[in-house]
C-alpha cells in the first residue's frame, strides 16, 4: 500500500476504530444499571449476582494474554470479526434465553470477545491515522468509550420505560414482541445482539491495511510471560491494575442498588442515570488529568485523585439521598485518570519487553470479576453497606502506589521541559 493510499483511507479507517471503541464502551458498561432488575427478576443473593460481572470480567484474564498472540497469528481483522461474533453469540444466546445461568454464560463470551477487541484495534489505531497522530487518536478514542458509557445506561432506561409503559413505535413495538412480559430489561441484550450483528456485517466488509506490530505491542511467547511475571514490579503493577479495575466496576455495579436499598431510588431512573453521570464524569476527569499532567509528576497527580476518590465515597456511603447520588458520580471524577497513569508508570518501570508487561497488565482487569463478587458476599452476609468498604481497600491500594512507584522514566512536565532546555 503506498503512502498516498494510506492518506486517503486513514480518516476513513480511524473512524471504523473509534466505532468500535463506541461499541466496546456500551457492551461493557451496561451490565452495571441493570444489576438491580436482575436481582429482582430472578430473586437472586447479592452474591449470584456478583456472579454476572465476574463471568465477564474473568473472561478478560483468561483471554488477553491468549488474544495477544491470536493477533500475531491471524491479524487484525480476524481477530476483530471472531470478538464481535463471541459479542454477537453471547448476547442473543440471553435474549432468547433469558434465565440466571444462561446469563452467566452470556457475559463469558462478550466478555472474551471484548478482551480480543481491545488487544487487536490500538495497532490498528496507530497505522490507520498514522504513528505521528496516535497519541492523539487514542486519547480521542477514550474519549468516545467515555462517550458511549455514559449513553449506556441512558438507553436502558429508554428502553426499559418505554417498554413497561406500552408506548408504540418501531423499534419498541418490535423489541415488545420478542422481550418475555416483565423482563424489558431483557431488551438490552437485543440490542447488544444487533449492534454486534452490525458490526460484524459492516466490518467484513472493511479492507484492513497490514500492520506491522512495533515491539513493545508484540505479546511475546510463553518463556518471556513466565520470566517477566516473575519480576516483583511486575506483579507490584499487576496487581494495582486488578485493585484499580475492581474498584471501578464496583462502584459502577453496585451503585444503582445501594441507591435503591438505602435510599429507595428507582433504578430504571435515578440509579441508571447515577451511574451514567459516574462514567460521564470519569470521561471529563480525563481532559483535567491531562492538564495536571503537564504541570505536575503522575504519582502526585494519583495521589490527589486518589484521595478525592476516597472522599467521595465515604460521603457517598454516609451521606442522605441526595448527597449520596451527588458523591457516587463524583467518586468517577477521582478515579478517572488512574488507568493511564497506573499502566505507564507500570510500562515505564521496566526497561523491556513492554509488550508482554502491557499484556500483563491488561490480565489485571480480572479485578473486575473479583471485586464485585467479593462485594456481593460480605453483602450478603452484613449488609451492602458493610461490603462495599471492600472499595477502601481497592482505592487505598491505588493510593499507595503514588508513594511506592519508583519509574526509570518520569512524565514530561512543564518544569521539566524547562529545566532541559536551560
Same mark, same amino acid.
Given at each position: 500500500?503506498?503512502?498516498?493510499?494510506?492518506?486517503?483511507?486513514?480518516?476513513?479507517?480511524?473512524?471504523?476504530?473509534?466505532?468500535?471503541?463506541?461499541?466496546?464502551?456500551?457492551?461493557?458498561?451496561?451490565?452495571?444499571?441493570?444489576?438491580?432488575?436482575?436481582?429482582?427478576?430472578?430473586?437472586?443473593?447479592?452474591?449470584?449476582?456478583?456472579?454476572?460481572?465476574?463471568?465477564?470480567?474473568?473472561?478478560?484474564?483468561?483471554?488477553?494474554?491468549?488474544?495477544?498472540?491470536?493477533?500475531?497469528?491471524?491479524?487484525?481483522?480476524?481477530?476483530? =470479526? +471472531? %470478538?464481535?461474533?463471541? #459479542?454477537?453469540?453471547? !448476547?442473543?444466546?440471553?435474549? &432468547?434465553?433469558?434465565?440466571?445461568?444462561? @446469563? /452467566?454464560?452470556?457475559?463469558?463470551?462478550?466478555?472474551?470477545?471484548?478482551?480480543?477487541?481491545?488487544?487487536?484495534?490500538?495497532?490498528?489505531?496507530?497505522?490507520?491515522?498514522?504513528?505521528?497522530?496516535?497519541?492523539?487518536?487514542?486519547?480521542?478514542?477514550?474519549?468516545?468509550?467515555?462517550?458511549?458509557?455514559?449513553?449506556?445506561?441512558?438507553?436502558?432506561?429508554?428502553?426499559?420505560?418505554?417498554?413497561?409503559?406500552?408506548?408504540?413505535?418501531? =423499534? +419498541? %413495538?418490535?423489541?415488545? #414482541?420478542?422481550?418475555? !412480559?416483565?423482563?424489558?430489561? &431483557?431488551?438490552?441484550?437485543?440490542?447488544? @445482539? /444487533?449492534?454486534?450483528?452490525?458490526?460484524?456485517?459492516?466490518?467484513?466488509?472493511?479492507?484492513?491495511?497490514?500492520?506491522?506490530?512495533?515491539?513493545?505491542?508484540?505479546?511475546?511467547?510463553?518463556?518471556?510471560?513466565?520470566?517477566?511475571?516473575?519480576?516483583?514490579?511486575?506483579?507490584?503493577?499487576?496487581?494495582?491494575?486488578?485493585?484499580?479495575?475492581?474498584?471501578?466496576?464496583?462502584?459502577?455495579?453496585?451503585?444503582?442498588?445501594?441507591?435503591?436499598?438505602?435510599?429507595?431510588?428507582?433504578?430504571?431512573?435515578?440509579?441508571?442515570?447515577?451511574?451514567?453521570?459516574?462514567?460521564?464524569?470519569?470521561?471529563?476527569?480525563?481532559?483535567?488529568?491531562?492538564?495536571?499532567?503537564?504541570?505536575?509528576?503522575?504519582?502526585?497527580?494519583?495521589?490527589?485523585?486518589?484521595?478525592?476518590?476516597?472522599?467521595?465515597?465515604?460521603?457517598?456511603?454516609?451521606?442522605?439521598?441526595?448527597?449520596?447520588?451527588?458523591?457516587?458520580?463524583?467518586?468517577?471524577?477521582?478515579?478517572?485518570?488512574?488507568?493511564?497513569?497506573?499502566?505507564?508508570?507500570?510500562?515505564?518501570?521496566?526497561?523491556?519487553?513492554?509488550?508482554?508487561?502491557?499484556?500483563?497488565?491488561?490480565?489485571?482487569?480480572?479485578?473486575?470479576?473479583?471485586?464485585?463478587?467479593?462485594?456481593?458476599?460480605?453483602?450478603?452476609?452484613?449488609?451492602?453497606?458493610?461490603?462495599?468498604?471492600?472499595?477502601?481497600?481497592?482505592?487505598?491500594?491505588?493510593?499507595?502506589?503514588?508513594?511506592?512507584?519508583?519509574?526509570?522514566?518520569?512524565?514530561?512536565?512543564?518544569?521539566?521541559?524547562?529545566?532541559?532546555?536551560?
Amino acid at each position: 500500500m503506498s503512502p498516498a493510499q494510506s492518506a486517503e483511507r486513514r480518516p476513513y479507517l480511524v473512524a471504523v476504530v473509534l466505532a468500535i471503541f463506541f461499541v466496546i464502551a456500551l457492551l461493557t458498561n451496561v451490565l452495571g444499571p441493570i444489576i438491580p432488575d436482575i436481582i429482582r427478576s430472578f430473586r437472586l443473593s447479592l452474591t449470584a449476582a456478583g456472579f454476572l460481572p465476574f463471568a465477564f470480567f474473568i473472561a478478560y484474564g483468561v483471554a488477553s494474554i491468549p488474544a495477544g498472540i491470536l493477533v500475531e497469528w491471524v491479524h487484525e481483522k480476524k481477530v476483530i =470479526l +471472531i %470478538g464481535f461474533g463471541l #459479542a454477537f453469540a453471547g !448476547a442473543l444466546f440471553f435474549a &432468547v434465553v433469558p434465565v440466571y445461568g444462561v @446469563a /452467566v454464560t452470556s457475559l463469558f463470551l462478550i466478555g472474551v470477545g471484548m478482551a480480543l477487541l481491545q488487544v487487536a484495534i490500538n495497532p490498528l489505531l496507530r497505522v490507520a491515522g498514522g504513528s505521528e497522530h496516535f497519541a492523539f487518536n487514542a486519547t480521542l478514542s477514550q474519549l468516545v468509550f467515555g462517550c458511549a458509557s455514559f449513553i449506556s445506561p441512558l438507553i436502558y432506561s429508554y428502553l426499559v420505560r418505554n417498554l413497561e409503559g406500552a408506548r408504540s413505535g418501531p =423499534l +419498541i %413495538g418490535t423489541l415488545a #414482541a420478542v422481550v418475555p !412480559a416483565g423482563l424489558a430489561w &431483557v431488551s438490552v441484550y437485543w440490542m447488544l @445482539a /444487533v449492534t454486534s450483528a452490525v458490526m460484524v456485517a459492516l466490518l467484513a466488509m472493511v479492507r484492513f491495511p497490514e500492520v506491522e506490530l512495533l515491539e513493545d505491542e508484540k505479546a511475546g511467547s510463553w518463556e518471556t510471560h513466565r520470566s517477566v511475571f516473575r519480576m516483583p514490579v511486575v506483579l507490584l503493577f499487576f496487581a494495582s491494575t486488578f485493585m484499580y479495575v475492581g474498584a471501578e466496576q464496583g462502584t459502577a455495579d453496585w451503585m444503582s442498588q445501594f441507591l435503591a436499598t438505602y435510599h429507595h431510588a428507582d433504578p430504571q431512573t435515578t440509579g441508571a442515570q447515577a451511574v451514567s453521570w459516574f462514567w460521564g464524569l470519569m470521561t471529563a476527569g480525563c481532559v483535567i488529568g491531562v492538564i495536571l499532567l503537564r504541570r505536575f509528576d503522575s504519582r502526585r497527580v494519583l495521589i490527589g485523585g486518589s484521595c478525592l476518590t476516597i472522599l467521595m465515597l465515604t460521603v457517598a456511603l454516609l451521606g442522605s439521598d441526595r448527597v449520596s447520588l451527588v458523591a457516587f458520580p463524583l467518586v468517577g471524577l477521582g478515579a478517572s485518570a488512574m488507568w493511564p497513569m497506573i499502566v505507564s508508570l507500570g510500562l515505564n518501570s521496566v526497561a523491556e519487553h513492554h509488550g508482554t508487561v502491557s499484556g500483563i497488565l491488561c490480565t489485571g482487569i480480572a479485578g473486575g470479576a473479583v471485586l464485585p463478587l467479593s462485594i456481593g458476599y460480605l453483602s450478603d452476609h452484613f449488609g451492602l453497606r458493610i461490603g462495599i468498604l471492600l472499595l477502601y481497600v481497592a482505592f487505598g491500594w491505588v493510593l499507595g502506589i503514588g508513594f511506592w512507584a519508583n519509574p526509570i522514566v518520569n512524565n514530561e512536565t512543564v518544569s521539566s521541559r524547562t529545566q532541559r532546555a536551560d
